[in-house]
């Protein structure tokens, strides 16, 4: 019971194509865990299944004791689980300050109420603040995030994901396409703002692993090559012939 | 605050200007001004769906006329029936209507949503047109309007002046609360309806729920604009429940513009004038709708309010656009 | 009840009628995701150009099966190319505007020229006759209607899994990108389809005018019907609309013999029971 998260054997086929076959692994609670793989190796499905938006064809999703597999994404949401997306994915034509506000007063419940004005509610509000201040877009608070450059837009895809206070961080690729001064940035305010919670985070950039991760998995055509520490990974012969040894 | 302060001035003169309108207008023209403010509400509850939530229904004909045919329908069965009563049951008649049809919609979006909505607008067009012994058919219902019970003294609603004022009071009220629904939680949950439903799953938000409380929502209040409007009239036919009917209010709110709350309203007002006096010019109105669809589209896609607001803003094109230097300014330094 | 055989037939004729509107309907659906308001109204335009080949001209019916489709192809494409285009970008709420302002333009014009009353086609000595089939006396004319659909039906199906064409066509709708990468012309397939559609549409429009007589209503008549054959076939399924024409088709036509007053609430009460069970429709594909 003291796995956090538990991941069992997870399937998935696509009209007969198999993109996972037989997934496992665990994470304990406030551990980093990273999911490495090449290209179509089954990782934005393997969070697609965690988060709930695709169901596995078999397998289960085992969070804080209970099995969650199958379970919608706002149910999963509601119960500390929260993810960001690989292709950015904020509510464009609001501003900052509403994309972070359309979490945060979700998490305090004030998603369908008729009469309450969430401006008015000062926690919201300060809370709302803290986040955007934790992802550095304090400067752009009032931007429609259509107008954001790249990287803000990858800051704000973040603060969304915090902005519903979850314990279990999923995060897809966050530093897909950034320069590499963008991707240090990113690192740095990733590994800040996800202290004293679970990730587990998917990534392409080794760099990015190895300074973020405590465990790492590698995951390739559908199965768990290996999972270890960074140091672990880094000498293990099976991931250098099939992943490291091709960069 | 100063912006709440500023709302209430907005609202206040509003209510007075209109207070004043009985004494200023003829009576043809007060009979008019009742019609805009019937369809103004009937406008923004739809405007909440297609402009806030991005929904293009072509149904929405059917709360409008539930409105007006139970209110028809109770008065002409229940004697004696008092006007709060007439109200109320065809409030409720509505809200069960909405609920019912939004939980079959709710997976439906985009062109399939449009589709739905039209084919279910015919259903209960095709009802109204066949139950005759209930709708009266191609007849239509004739009513009289109940006096008002205020508990400690009665009005008489046959006058036109006092029934003007209940409607400024009751339906002023409703677009005022739509007003502030815009901004309440459920307000803002449904613009993010509009830009990414995907991700409010994510961020524990139910669609399902979201998308049922809009409809449930906008369609009552076409529905009391419904009701208002049987009172009106004193007649409902089945146009009030067919599909033209929801071309109306479609041609009413893409005239005004979708952008910003009042455009609706705006184009309620010229929706009924243009009416009023075209269709006495020409019998080829159908026409003329057809062709202001297209080159709004084509051409005006912000609508009238769309121009206003462009032209409003040119006036202060210093002010803003320093305001824009400023904004990109802090980005490029941060 | 030796009637049936007849009501057989007649709902045969119809369902032919029903899947000619709604193939071209559910194609550009399909294809474009425009949802063509305005399609009924060329099948109704398709019926008048019809009246005025055969009875104001002096022509033949099967000169109208052949040209007014071809006018229904030039001004699909006309619609296609000035109109639909310029909003696409957009998103679906300008198309559908679009297109349901032309419905309104178009029905209004045909009432201007034509006027406001029914009109009637001949269609030849032949289709007029009546032939001996499984022991009735029956029109040929809903025969040949019937025979139709089974034409167009089978040539539609062929060219979308058989031809070269097909494949473009297909690889269009589901990875634009990759479509685009293999030269295709993107744009051109799809006024292409939206003419075709519209040809279609003309095509039923010719088809019909002699059994249903022409008339400005008829566009809106028939539109809920495809609309509904549409929803229980499922979105821009071929197959779909076929099973789903041949089920209202029968429907419309036994509901008119059992139950006269309810007979256009059976076809609805058939679309609240498919989006109930099935809210994808009986061929579609889950969103």
Redesign the interface.
């Given at each position: 019971m003291s796995d956090y998260i538990n991941i069992q054997n997870i399937h998935k086929d696509f009209s007969g194509l198999k993109v996972l076959a037989g997934v496992d692994f665990k994470v304990r609670e406030k551990e980093s865990h990273a999911v490495i793989g090449p290209n179509g190796a089954g990782k934005t499905t393997l969070f697609n299944i965690i988060?709930g938006?695709l169901k596995s064809s078999s397998g289960s999703v085992v969070f804080k004791g209970q099995d969650i597999s199958g379970k919608?994404?706002?149910i999963l949401?509601?119960r500390g689980l929260?993810?960001s997306?690989q292709i950015t994915?904020?509510?464009?034509?609001?501003n900052v300050f509403?994309n972070i506000?359309?979490?945060v007063?979700?998490?305090y419940g004030?998603?369908?109420?008729?009469?309450?004005?969430?401006?008015h509610d000062r926690n919201i509000c300060e809370k709302t603040e803290s986040i955007i201040d934790e992802v550095?877009l304090t400067?752009?608070k009032?931007?429609p995030a259509s107008s954001l450059?790249y990287g803000?837009q990858r800051a704000l895809e973040i603060g969304?994901t915090l902005?519903?206070e979850p314990e279990l961080i999923l995060l897809d690729e966050p530093t897909a396409g950034m320069t590499r001064e963008e991707t240090e940035q990113a690192i740095r305010m990733i590994d800040r703002v996800t202290t004293g919670r679970t990730l587990i985070i998917i990534e392409h950039d080794m760099e990015v692993v190895f300074s973020l991760a405590d465990t790492i998995s590698v995951l390739h055509y559908g199965t768990i090559l290996v999972s270890g520490t960074p140091e672990e990974i880094r000498n293990n012969q099976l991931v250098k012939d099939a992943y490291l040894g091709e960069e | 605050m100063k912006q709440k302060s500023k709302s209430l001035i907005i609202i206040g003169v509003l209510f007075l200007v209109s207070a004043l309108m009985p004494i200023i207008l003829k009576k043809y023209h007060l009979s008019m001004l009742t019609e805009i403010m019937i369809f103004a509400l009937y406008a923004v509850s739809y405007n909440l769906l297609l402009g806030y939530a991005g929904l293009l229904s072509f149904g929405h004909a059917v709360f409008f006329g539930m409105g007006a045919f139970m209110t028809a329908i109770a008065l002409v069965n229940i004697p004696g029936l008092s006007l709060w009563n007439a109200i109320l049951i065809s409030l409720v008649t509505t809200i069960f209507t909405s609920i019912i049809l939004g939980s079959l919609l709710l997976r439906h979006k985009g062109s399939y949503f449009a589709l739905l909505t039209l084919a279910f607008n015919s259903l209960f067009y095709a009802v109204a047109t066949k139950w005759r012994e209930v709708t009266g058919g191609d007849d239509g219902l004739a009513i009289m309007r109940p006096e008002l019970n205020l508990g400690f003294t009665s009005i008489s609603m046959t006058s036109l002046t006092n029934f003007y004022y209940l409607t400024m009071i009751v339906i002023g009220a409703a677009i005022i609360f739509c007003w502030y629904f815009t901004h309440t939680a459920m307000g803002k949950t449904v613009l993010l309806m509009r830009e990414n439903e995907e991700r409010m799953k994510f961020l524990g938000y139910n669609i399902n729920i979201s998308r049922l409380i809009l409809f449930t929502f906008t369609g009552t209040m076409a529905g009391l604009a419904g009701i208002f409007y049987a009172f009106h009239f004193k007649f409902v036919s089945i146009w009030a429940i067919s599909v033209d009917m929801t071309t109306a209010v479609l041609l009413m709110v893409f005239v005004g513009g979708t952008k910003v709350y009042w455009g609706p309203i705006l184009g309620a007002f010229v929706y009924i004038i243009l009416q009023n006096y075209l269709s006495d010019i020409t019998a080829r109105w159908p026409l003329f709708m057809g062709l202001i669809f297209v080159i709004m589209v084509l051409y005006v896609p912000g609508g009238l309010s769309g121009i206003i607001t462009s032209i409003w803003q040119r006036f202060f094109v210093k002010k803003n656009h320093n305001a824009g230097k400023a904004s990109t300014a802090e980005v490029v330094t941060s | 009840m030796s009637d049936i055989p007849v009501f057989i037939l007649h709902g045969l004729a119809y369902a032919g009628l029903l899947f000619l509107v709604s193939a071209g309907l559910t194609l550009i659906f399909g294809m474009l995701n425009v949802l063509n308001f305005a399609h009924a109204t060329l099948y109704m335009l398709g019926a008048y150009f019809s009246y005025t080949v055969v009875t104001q001209m002096g022509g033949q019916f099967w000169m109208a099966l052949i040209l007014c489709p071809l006018m229904l192809f030039i001004i699909g494409a006309l619609v296609e190319w000035f109109l639909l285009r310029r909003v696409h970008a957009y998103g679906h709420v300008p198309e559908l505007l679009l297109t349901f302002g032309l419905a309104y333009i178009i029905t209004e014009l045909v009432k201007w020229h034509w006027g406001n009353y029914p009109l009637a086609v001949k269609v030849g000595p032949v289709l007029e006759s009546t032939v001996q089939i499984i022991g009735i006396t029956y029109p040929v004319y809903r025969i040949f209607i019937f025979l139709c659909a089974v034409f167009v039906g089978i040539m539609m199906a062929l060219i979308l899994y058989k031809t070269r064409l097909g494949i473009i066509l297909r690889a269009s709708v589901n990875d634009k990108e990759m479509a685009n990468a293999l030269g295709v012309n993107i744009p051109l397939v799809f006024t292409g389809v939206f003419a075709f559609g519209s040809a279609l549409s003309g095509f039923a429009g010719v088809v019909a005018g002699p059994l249903l007589s022409t008339y400005p209503g008829m566009a809106h008549d028939i539109l809920i019907d495809a609309f509904v054959v549409i929803v229980v076939g499922g979105f821009g399924s071929l197959g779909g609309a076929m099973i789903a024409s041949l089920i209202i088709g029968e429907l419309h036509s036994f509901g008119v013999l059992l139950f006269p007053k309810l007979s256009m609430a059976l076809i609805y009460l058939l679309m609240v029971v498919v989006l109930l069970i099935k809210p994808s429709g009986l061929f579609g594909e889950k969103s």
């Open positions: 988060s938006k919608p994404p706002h949401n509601r929260s993810r997306f994915n904020v509510f464009q034509e609001l509403d506000l359309s979490g007063r979700s998490r004030r998603r369908y109420h008729f009469f309450k004005n969430p401006y550095g400067s752009a009032d931007q450059s803000q969304i902005s519903t | - | -």
